[in-house]
Nanobody
Framework: QVHLVESGGGSVQAGGSLRLSCAASGHLVSSYTLGWFRQASEKEREGVASVDGDGNPSYADFAEGRFTISRDNAKNALYLQMTSLRPEDTAMYYC?????????????????WGQGTQVTVSS
């Protein structure tokens, strides 16, 4: 199983930016699909974006145009650049790893999860 550790969360004002990072260990993740998910208080976990082993990204509608997912296979790392942040983006953000067919729209496809990093956006 892949061990994942997120970092980069914090508190920002609306309109600000944050860059989340996820460090993977235990396995090389170059062939895995990696994804970002979030869970706000009293809400279900939802997919934000995912990127397959070839670097092809997929985004949730709310993330399209504001968030950019990227990966560095040489560093076994995943990133999420978030811009134009809104208060409704406030949530715990998790990275996850899954097989090649995994997609952010289906969290159950992913079998390794990090502990999360908190993002808080104030108005």
């Amino acid at each position: 199983q892949v061990h994942l550790v997120e970092s980069g969360g914090g508190s920002v004002q609306a309109g600000g930016s944050l860059r989340l990072s996820c460090a993977a260990s235990g396995h090389l993740v170059s062939s895995y699909t990696l994804g970002w998910f979030r869970q706000a208080s009293e809400k279900e976990r939802e997919g934000v974006a995912s990127v397959d082993g070839d670097g092809n990204p997929s985004y949730a509608d709310f993330a399209e145009g504001r968030f950019t997912i990227s990966r560095d296979n040489a560093k076994n790392a995943l990133y999420l650049q978030m811009t134009s942040l809104r208060p409704e983006d406030t949530a715990m953000y998790y990275c996850a790893a899954g097989p090649f067919y995994a997609d952010h729209a289906a969290p159950t496809d992913f079998d390794s999860w990090g502990q999360g990093t908190q993002v808080t956006v104030s108005s």
